[in-house]
Each structure stands twice: as structure tokens, then as C-alpha cells.
């Protein structure tokens, strides 16, 4: 029902309708005039046939004018039987009196003798004239014709001869034509019908091609092309079809070279980019903006631009529309830092209207971070000068004061004065040294090391420090009582570091576990080997260090106690510039501590066993 009713809608259809409309309209009006022509001229042959002979109508006139009627309606009687016309139904002679004197129907004498009340014989007798007229007493059909009788002498009327014939042999012939013409023509239309699809379906069979084409090209597949049948119209559109599909395919492929081109610039941006319409809400977000403001993709598509980044009570589509300008978003939550920098820029047509806005979001957490921590090191670094300065300047201005001369207390201020210098000179060297690690210019001279006897040196290095009681540079308090234990593996451990900054980091991490370590303290040092990395460990027994403080203790410049510290000489730096020689090194550096229970430090290296190892091994 469906393809049937499809057809019906179809173009075939709808040509082969209005030919087949057109082919009956034609018909039609050729059929009615051919019809009422053919009856005409029918009908009037018929009429002029309907007469009797030229010496009949003389021979009846003649008879007409004699006195002895008897004789006269004998002779009218024998001619009129003698007329042989088959289109003659009912021929009557009536005399200048009305009176009929004769007539051709043999069942019909009676009449013979009568007067005749037909107003037609009237006028034509009197007026002289032939009368002709059509009657339908019944079913049937008559045409009359009434011709007056002249005499020749005069030109006086002694009578008129009354015909009477039935037009159905006429109408019978008509109907018969008719009838054979609606035959020929409903052949006609059957065959016009059939032409109609033959030459509908030539018409719509590249049409419909086209179609199936331009349906297979909105559906993305333009391998197809259509058939060019002719040169006309037809096969000119075809192909511009062709034409068309090969342009769309290649405008297609360009668009879509564009866009992955587009989506991959989109998703390898280190930055959040967003897309709006002229709504202001987005319809492109690339991974990066879902990954910074931690919403699904599918999330963002479709909404605006305003509450995803949460900025909608501050300021109003038109404001971003009109005026774009930087917004700064701070996304800080508990265990995540992370501050956005977005900017904004309209999308305008080369008309002036503005279609859309687009959204660059950027990650300025880092960058706010070193400008922080900038701020924070050049306050820490005037601070920490500002305090052995300020002590060196005041007992220099006591020794100008006289003090220089008091031999008892100018060498404690020169002693004093001398101590801050080279705490001063430690600071500066450490920070050239962070410097340097910094800019990337710091050497680091790598070779491969025995870590076990390496390590070992270190520790006898201390050891002496201790049982000779020197107070050396490093600041040791050598009245406390120390103990190093020493916990090493017996497998020989050869990594590739650079010997001299490896001890500098040891030597930090002994001088602050025998800073914070009480008298008597033990000092335990470890090394291992697990999982292709060495591991050393300097454990103390001090004062530990605070839970909200493990996380920055390797900040430069941080101290837990800071009084302390800088009454030990420490310059807050030894522990940052570990961390960096560490890292460096491709290992990494950590602390596990409990406030009031010590400190244990963790230094794992890279680390692959060497054949002479294994062969230590077995």
C-alpha cells in the first residue's frame, strides 16, 4: 500500500496523468465537433434527398389542376405507388383546399378524402413556401417536408406534397460512427497511456538517478556518478551532478583535513580551549579544559560558558561578548592547586556579527608558584643576611666604641663577628650553588662509585670529628656524646654518581641529625639494595619533625625551629641543595619523621648489578 501509494506521488505518474488528461481533452473536443459536423451534414443530405422526381411533382400538379378529382385521385394514387423511396416514410398530396388526394400507405386510404390539419400544409399553400420541420411524436425521430405545387402556366398553387420520413437511419449511421470513433479513440488513449510511461520513465529515469546521487552524497558517499544520456537539459544537469558530487568530495576531504588538523591541534594544546555560539553556550571543549575544570566532556557540550566556569555572578555574557578581556580562576581545593588564567575573544564575522566566543584557559599554577616562591626567596635571603649584618655591625660600632681596647671582650666580638661572616659566605656559596642548579650550568662529573666503601668514608670522617672533639666548620656540638651504627649491606654496590656532591648531601644530613641529637644519641646509617635502586637511610634520635612540616623541609630557607637553627649556624639551605643534587642524579630524597621521636632521611639511586657482583654473589 505504501509503494502504491508512492506511485501515485511519483513524477511518472503525474507526467503520464496530465499526457493522458491532455490526449482526453483533445479527443474530446475533436470527437464533439467531428460528431456534430458528421450529424449536420447528415441530416442535411438526408434533407436533400428527401424529394420525389421532377415528372412525378409535374404529373401531380397536373393532376391537381383537373376538374374530374376521381380520375385525377386514380392517377395521384397509381404515381404515388409507383415512387420507390426508401427514406419516404408517409408522402401525402394535398390540393390548393387542404383536401388529401393521396397518399403512399396502402393500410392508410381512409384518409384520402380528408382535410388535412396540419398547420405546416396551411402555410406552405398559402405562403408559397417549402416548410420543413423535425417531430417526435415518440421514440422515433421524423423530418418533414412540405413543397407547394405550382402550376407552370400561371405560377398558382393547386397544392402540396406532404413527405414524412424517420431520421433513425440517419442517427443509427451517426451512432455507429460514434461509437467506432470512442473505440479508436480509447485505443488511443491506451496506447497514449502506455507512450506517457515509456516517455515519463525516459524523462525520470536521469532524474531519478540524480536523486539516488545527491541522497548518496548527503549520506557522505560520493563514489557514484550518474549517467549523461544525451546532451540536452537532462544530460547538462547530470553532469553538473557529477560535477557537484566531485567538488562536495573534495570540499568534504578539505573540511575534514581541517577539522582533524583542528582537533588534533586541540587536543595536543597544553591549554584549555573553549567554544561558544552567540548563546553563549559551548560547543567545543578540548580535553585539556574538561581535565582543568574536572567535568566530563559530554558535561560541558551544551551548557554555558558562564556557570562552567563558575564567573556568572561577576560578569554578563555581552561583557564577554563586547569587551573580552583576562579573567584570573583560582580552582584551589584541598589537594589541588591549580589557578587558571582565561582569555577571551570574540568571534566576528567579516559583517561585524558577533557568532560566538572563544575561551583559552591556561595553567599559570607553576607560574604563580615561582613568583610566590620568588617573592618568598628574596624576603628569605634579606632576612637571613639582614641578621648576621645587623650582628657584625653592631660589634664592629661597640669595637669603635673602646671595646677593642677591653682585652677580654674584643676577641668574643671579633670571634662573633668572624663566625657571621662565614655564615654569611656559606649562604652566599650555597646560593650560587642553587643558582646554578637552577640555570642548568652546575657540572655534575659522573662515575662509577662503591657506594659501600664511599659512604663508609664519609661516616670515619665523623667518626674522627667526634673523638678528636674538634668544633669544625660544620657547627657539630662536640660536647654531646655520638654513636654511628652502621647497617650495610654485604653485596658491593657500584652507581654512577659524582662523588663530591654525593658527600656534600651526606655531610648536610649528618651535621642536621647530629645537630637535633641528644647526648648520648645514636645515629643509624643503612644501605641496601631493592628492585634495581639503592637505598640509604641516616636515622636520628632528635626532636623529630612536625607533621605540617614534613611536606617542606626541603624548601630553601625553611626551618622548624628557626631560632635554633640560627643559632647552630645553619643557613636553611643544605636540605634544598641535597634535594637538587639528588634529583640531578636521576634518584630522590625523602624524610620519614614523628615529631619528639627523630628523623630518618632516604636516598634512593638508580642502580643495575654489575657482573663482578653477581659473581661477588655467588
Known sequence: MNKRFKFFQSIDFKMALVFVLMLLVTLEIVGGVFVTQLEKKNVQTFENQLQLP?????????????????????????????????????????DSKGIIRGTNQVNNQSIVGQKSVDSGIKDAIHNNKTVTKTIQPDSNKYFIKITPLLRSQNGDVVGAIYIRASLNPVYTTINNITIIYLAAAAIAVLLGILMSIVISRAITRPIDEMKK?????????????VQVYGKDE????????????????????????????LDSVLSNMTDGVLATDRRGNIIIANYEAAKF?????????????????????????RQLLEQPEEVTLDYTQEGRDLILHAHFTSIQRESGFISGLVCVLRDVTEQQKIDKDRKQFVSNVS???????????????????????????????????QDETDRMIRMIN????????????????????????????????????????????RGIDVSKNYKIIRKFTQQTLWVEIDADRFTQVIDNIMNNAMKYSPDGGEITCSLYETHNQVILSIADQGL???????????????????????????????????????????????????????????????????????????
Open 293 to 317: 575544570l574536572d567535568i566530563a566532556e559530554e558535561h560541558i557540550i551544551g551548557h554555558s560558558i558562564l556557570d562552567i566556569l563558575g564567573i556568572q555572578d561577576q560578569y554578563s555574557l
Open 544 to 618: 623529630g619533625i612536625p607533621k605540617n612540616a614534613v611536606d617542606h623541609i626541603f624548601d630553601r630557607f625553611y626551618r622548624v625551629d628557626k631560632a635554633r637553627s640560627r643559632a647552630q649556624g645553619g643557613t636553611g639551605l643544605g636540605l634544598s641543595i641535597s634535594r637538587e643534587v639528588i634529583e640531578a642524579q636521576g634518584g630522590r630524597i625523602w624524610v620519614q619523621s614523628e615529631d619528639g621521636k627523630g628523623s630518618t632521611f632516604f636516598i634512593s639511586l638508580p642502580y643495575e648489578p654489575m657482573e663482578e657482583d653477581l659473581w661477588d654473589e655467588n
Open 54 to 94: 421532377t415528372y412525378v411533382n409535374n404529373s401531380l400538379t397536373n393532376q391537381l389542376s383537373k376538374t374530374n378529382t376521381k380520375k385525377a385521385d386514380s392517377v395521384i394514387r397509381s404515381l404515388l405507388s409507383d415512387v420507390d423511396n426508401s427514406n419516404d416514410d408517409q408522402v401525402q398530396v394535398v
Open 213 to 225: 546521487q545527491t541522497l548518496q552524497i548527503a549520506r557522505g558517499d560520493y563514489s557514484g556518478q
Open 383 to 417: 632576612h637571613e643576611l639582614r641578621t648576621p649584618l645587623t650582628s657584625v655591625h653592631s660589634y664592629i660600632e661597640a669595637l669603635q666604641d673602646g671595646a677593642w681596647q677591653d682585652k677580654e671582650i674584643a676577641p668574643q666580638f671579633l670571634k662573633v663577628a
Open 234 to 261: 537532462l544530460g547538462q544537469l547530470a553532469m553538473a551532478v557529477n560535477n557537484l558530487s566531485v567538488k562536495v568530495e573534495e570540499s568534504q576531504e578539505t573540511t575534514e583535513s581541517e577539522r582533524r588538523r
Open 430 to 473: 650555597d646560593l650560587l650553588t642553587l643558582s646554578r642548579m637552577d640555570s642548568g650550568t652546575q657540572k655534575i662529573n659522573k662515575e662509577m662509585i662503591n657506594l659501600n666503601e664511599l659512604f663508609n668514608y664519609i661516616l670515619n670522617q665523623f667518626d674522627m670529628i667526634i673523638k678528636n672533639g674538634n668544633k669544625t666548620e
